[in-house]
């Protein structure tokens, strides 16, 4: 009799391990992180502000017929720009036109800000960006 017992306490230990192993979440590995895509269309980027995770890709993606544009980040915290970080002026700017993307990955929370050089301008204080311009805002 003492058998029986047994056989379902071990049966019952296995089923429960089987599905500790195959449980719903995913604790191994690295963070899947996401993505967002700003539109770079005539003079605006789309959307303004753009709202991620850290860890989180954005993607800046110059839309077939659009005028050359830049992306300048402005302030602090900053990300690497597309184009230059020669600032004032425009002098040596690199301009990009469709078919172009850049892709940042955000891995500190921050609010950064962007502009491009030719249809827009930077204060250099925080939302001081005019014209064309834009907002990643990074959470934790």
């Known amino acids: 009799m003492t058998s029986q017992p047994k056989a379902w306490l ?3 230990i296995a089923l429960l391990a089987g599905g500790v192993a195959c449980g719903g979440s995913d604790s191994g590995g ?3 992180s996401g993505r967002k895509t700003v539109l770079v269309v005539n003079n605006e980027f789309q959307p303004l502000t753009t709202t991620i995770s850290a860890g989180d890709t954005v993607s800046w993606s110059w839309s077939n017929g659009s005028i050359t544009h830049n992306i300048i980040s402005t302030g602090a915290p900053s990300f690497t ?4 970080t020669t ?8 301009f990009f036109n469709s078919p172009a993307e850049h892709q940042v990955i955000f891995n500190a929370a921050g ?9 827009g301008t930077s204060t250099g204080q925080p939302g001081g960006n005019t014209g064309m311009h834009g907002v990643v805002q990074v959470n934790p």
């Open 10 to 12: 071990v049966a019952g």
């Open 30 to 32: 690295p963070p899947k």
């Open 81 to 84: 720009s597309k184009g230059t």
């Open 87 to 94: 600032l004032p002026g425009t002098a040596g700017v690199d």
């Open 111 to 119: 609010t950064y800000e962007y502009y491009c050089s030719q249809h």
